[in-house]
């Protein structure tokens, strides 16, 4: 296992060492989600109380402002550059309006170098693993990333909230966390019960009941930079036995670092406030409904009538995935009439964005 020594510094040799075994799988998402929505189709999932497990001792507390520093992890390819223009066009608009807690900035480039972003956006540039140890899992390099980060870098604020690219902020974002309790997004997709014998290999029964792991991964996730600089470690170690156990690889697949997070958070006795506004995923949720965040993970096809076409290339499409060797164009076209507003927001804030940040198309 990796751990903290020599001042809290992960030792190459071992990492290397454990790229045996390891081996490459695919994971379809897309399967799971018309699984699990195509039930509750056409209603948000935010039409429930958004905080879930807060203490009620908690909920009484008048909140004093908490700046967060916002960490999003990155590579220097064209896809994941665009996507972090973007996110920091949002950034800085949400920045200083009433109700933020936003604090710095920090690209957390893991590639080794630094890459032509660097004089735009603040960037703290680390190490990736070692040559072949992610194994085409390029996730991997995130845990690794952060412990770096974590350890080399000065960080002014109490809090750190760890971002993704695709994300952008539609809303100023206070910091949610409490205490010693983070604020976390729940995914339906983790569920640490139905595959209690895999994460048994992992959360071993003396720890406790497998309901104890949140249904979370890394981000979004508003923490004590303290409480992270203890997980980090953990929870590059537990993603690090999962891609190496063949039958937790193959089941958990393209979502197995965040059950990384989720188990090794656990494992610190850490408890996340579960916030369903935290943000939205569109096309799935149709509303914005007060979210902080729209998360873009997902394609949005629709036919001229504005029907859902998931899984089919829609006549009007927005899909990351068609920009992965360059940034999409200025002034993409809206969607039609009676697609929901979550995605015509998202168009709408992507041609913002591209329209004001200089240099676009050359970048």
């Keep these: 296992m990796i751990g903290r020594k020599n001042g809290g510094r992960v030792s190459p040799l071992v990492l290397v060492l454990l790229a045996l075994g390891f081996f490459v799988v695919s994971y379809n998402l897309a399967t799971m989600v018309i699984r699990n929505r195509s039930s509750s189709a056409g209603v948000s999932h935010l039409s429930i109380d958004p905080v879930i497990q807060m203490p009620n001792n908690l909920k009484r507390v008048e909140k004093r402002r908490l700046p967060f520093h916002l960490a999003v992890t990155a590579t220097d ?22 109700g933020s807690d936003m604090g710095g900035f920090t690209r957390i480039l893991h590639s080794g170098r630094p890459d032509n972003l660097v004089e735009e956006i603040p960037t703290f540039v680390v190490d990736p693993l070692p040559a072949g140890l992610d194994r085409g899992y390029i996730v991997l390099n995130r845990p690794w990333a952060f412990v770096q980060w974590l350890e080399k870098a000065t960080i002014e604020e109490e809090y750190v909230l760890m971002a993704e690219p695709d994300q952008v902020f539609i ?5 949610l966390a409490h205490g010693g309790y983070p604020a976390a997004f729940p995914f339906f997709y983790i569920k640490a019960a139905e595959n209690e014998k895999l994460i048994r290999k992992f959360y071993p029964e003396n720890r406790g009941p497998v309901t104890d792991i949140d249904p979370i991964g890394n981000s979004p996730v508003i923490i004590k930079k303290s409480m992270l600089a ?54 799935w949720d149709l509303k914005l409904d007060g979210a902080f965040i729209i998360h873009y993970t997902y394609g949005c096809d629709y036919s001229l009538k504005g029907e859902l076409t998931y899984g089919k290339i829609g006549e009007w499409r927005f899909d990351k995935r068609s920009y992965l060797r360059g940034p999409p164009p200025k002034n993409l076209p809206l969607p039609p009439p009676g697609v929901p507003e979550s995605v015509v927001t998202l168009v709408k804030r992507v041609n913002e964005a591209t329209a004001n940040i200089p240099g676009w198309d050359t970048a």
């Design 77 to 98: 390819a064209p896809y994941n550059k665009w996507q972090c223009r973007i996110m920091y066009y949002w950034y800085k608009k949400m920045k200083d309006l009433p």
């Design 171 to 175: 809303n100023p974002l206070p910091n």
């Design 230 to 283: 203890e997980i980090a470690p953990t929870w590059m170690n537990v993603s690090m036995r999962m891609k190496e156990d063949p039958e937790t690889d193959s089941t958990f697949g393209w979502v197995l670092e965040m059950y990384g997070y989720a188990v090794a958070s656990a494992l610190h006795g850490v408890k996340h406030i579960l916030r369903k506004d935290f943000m939205i995923q569109p096309p």
